[in-house]
């Protein structure tokens, strides 16, 4: 993907270089055919936000080395050019995990909505065959005119909804496309669950990495600059007011800082917290689908034993359908935890970085 006009750059660096190479690749290898999660998480390099990131830093590291290597170059210049390096480091991080929470997202949308075509459309032929039934007992005098009018309300709602199921797939299909720059098929198979189930790193992790936030940063960053100007100051030529004024914003900027700090880490604590509920959530689903499964195989037991009829059957199939489809969301709700844990931390999780 090419990001937008900007203003001129020296010759582009390492990581432009990359994202462009990645997005030739993905459209002249198989992965144009066929890609699956992982494939798709392998083009965020080349995507606009990403690559516009990747050449800020680079234009910031070269700044800094500029300063670097002007002898006229005063202390402040220096440090707001290290700063500069920093803050870029920090938001390209961010920039990275960002789209690979929403490349993800993306995916699960399509996985989801296709289990929901299917499952709309079942429910319609469900429904079909419900008026069949009404119909068939009307004629025989088992059933009122009533219970086929309703029969086929019923299947008009059912139809109306198999056709939103649909719209809704290739709205998702398209939104992953713009994201990906993907128009082939998906590999829309099951997750590896080892790599959802991973423990999470340790809280020092956590800690350690609310000092690289781009929002804590700048507020550390003001206060360091804060600190220099009121060492810089110095009654020979300052006045005294300027002085007080000097060490006055530097105690405000330093109060801004705890308070910025002291909010993020209890978001950090319920992006972590938001990880555990996803968890359980996705266990209950899943154990509500092994329920679903059993009564599916003791109903189609019945079924051959002449115990109950079809339709009987295909309703326990139909719901062993909506358990998967439940299960499903709840996987997608655990993965969705996981990869906005690690946006909004700039915490790696093992196997999610895209690396």
């Given amino acids: 993907m090419t990001p937008p006009a900007r203003t001129p750059h020296p010759a582009p660096g390492r990581h432009a270089l990359r994202a462009a190479v990645a997005a030739l690749t993905l459209a002249l290898s198989p992965l144009a055919v066929a890609a699956g999660l992982d494939d798709l998480l392998a083009t965020v390099d080349a995507r606009v936000g990403v690559v516009t990131a990747s050449l800020d830093l680079d234009e910031a590291r ?15 210049d220096l440090v707001r050019a290290r700063q500069a390096v920093e803050l870029a480091e920090a938001e390209a991080r961010a920039a990275r995990f960002e ?95 080892a790599r959802l189930e991973r423990p999470l790193p ?5 800690d350690d990495a609310l000092a690289g936030l781009p929002t804590v940063l700048r507020l550390a960053q003001a206060v360091e600059l804060a600190g220099l100007a009121v060492e810089l100051l ?33 978001r950090t604590q319920a992006l972590r917290n938001a990880v555990t509920t996803a968890r359980e959530t996705d266990r209950i689903a899943r154990d509500a689908l092994d329920q679903a499964r059993e009564r599916d195989a003791i109903e189609t037991r019945r ?53």
Avoid at 163 to 177: K, P, S, T, V, Y
Avoid at 202 to 206: G, L
Avoid at 237 to 265: K, M, V
């Fill in 202 to 206: 340790p809280d020092a992790a956590f």
């Fill in 62 to 76: 070269r700044a800094l080395t500029r300063t670097e290597a002007d002898p006229l170059a005063l202390r402040l």
């Fill in 303 to 355: 079924f051959e034993a002449g115990l109950i009829a079809e339709i009987a059957l295909d309703q326990a199939r139909l719901a062993t359908r909506q358990a998967e489809l439940r299960a499903l969301q709840a996987e997608h709700g655990l993965l969705a935890a996981l990869l906005d844990l690690q946006a909004g931390t700039l915490v790696p999780l093992e196997g999610w970085d895209g690396r």
């Fill in 99 to 193: 789209a690979i929470a929403e490349v993800a997202a993306a995916w699960a949308r399509v996985r989801e909505t296709t289990v929901q075509v299917a499952l709309a459309e079942g429910a319609r032929d469900l429904s079909a065959r419900a008026v069949d039934i009404a119909r068939l007992r009307l004629e025989r005098g088992s059933a009122t005119r009533l219970d086929l009018d309703e029969a086929v309300t019923a299947l008009e709602d059912a139809e109306k909804n198999a056709a939103a199921a649909r719209n809704g797939l290739a709205l998702a299909r398209a939104d992953l496309r713009g994201l990906t720059g993907h128009d082939g098929d998906l590999d829309l198979g099951p997750l590896d669950r």
């Fill in 234 to 266: 110095d009654p020979s030529f300052a006045s005294r007011a300027q002085i007080e004024q000097a060490r006055t914003q530097l105690a405000q900027a330093e109060a801004g800082a705890a308070e910025a700090r002291r909010g993020l880490t209890l």
